[in-house]
Structures are given as C-alpha cells and as structure tokens.
C-alpha cells in the first residue's frame, strides 16, 4: 500500500501503547501519512475513557501493555464497530486468542510504510 492509498475514511485514530515515545512516534508517523487527529492512552483505563467521549475510526493497538495485554479492549472495539490493528515487539511468537489470530498486526519498530499498510489491511479485514 502507498501512502496516497490509506482509506480517506480514517479520519480519528486511537493510539493505546504504554509506552510515551514509541506513542509519540506513532502519532508523528499517523499524521505524517494524513490522520488529521490522533488521541494516544497509556493504558487501557485511558483508552476506554476515550471512546467514551469520542468517535474513532481506528485503534492501533501495543499487544502488551506491561501487566496487561490489549486484548479485552480489541473485544470492545469489535463490539462497538471500530477498527483496529495490533503493534506488538513479540512477533508472531506471542500467542493471541483465537478470536484475534486474523487482526492485522505489524511488528516493532514500526514506520510509515508498515503503519499505512497495518490502516488499509485492518479495514479490509475488518471484524
């Protein structure tokens, strides 16, 4: 996927990753290939609270999140409709539940090119 392909319907991205920089990354890396607006969350409290309060056109989503993973809250955004893809330093050797094997995921580190690709897959793919 190029990056004049990432699907004009994301418009509003939420980015759930524990870590600040890396997250501070992402946000540069979506708004360098055109997400107009990026909302980051540090843990999955903050996440939630976020979609409480807006509308999202997409999740990209840190697999582990120190004691925690992301994946009670890809439950909730399947529930509501929302798209997302998985980020994760792991690989493929992490093991997700079988419910989650098919979401789209890229490895870190990350750039435009895997993050472009990690949008337009999720959306084709979505749950």
Do not use: C, W
Request: glycine letters at 8%.
């Amino acid at each position: 996927m190029t990056l004049t392909e990432i699907p004009v319907s994301i418009k509003r991205v939420l980015v759930l990753e524990d870590n600040f920089i890396i997250a501070m990354e992402a946000e540069d890396i979506l708004k360098s290939i055109g997400i107009g607006h990026v909302e980051i969350a540090g843990n999955v409290a903050e996440a939630q609270a976020l979609i409480e309060e807006h509308a999202f056109d997409f999740a990209l989503l840190d697999v582990n999140l120190g004691a925690y993973t992301s994946f009670d809250f890809a439950g909730l955004l399947i529930e509501r409709g929302i798209a997302f893809g998985f980020v994760s330093g792991y690989g493929d050797d992490f093991d997700f539940p079988p419910a989650l094997r098919d979401i789209s995921r890229i490895s870190k580190p990350f750039n435009e090119s895997s993050v472009a690709g990690l949008l337009g897959a999720a959306l084709v793919s979505r749950p």
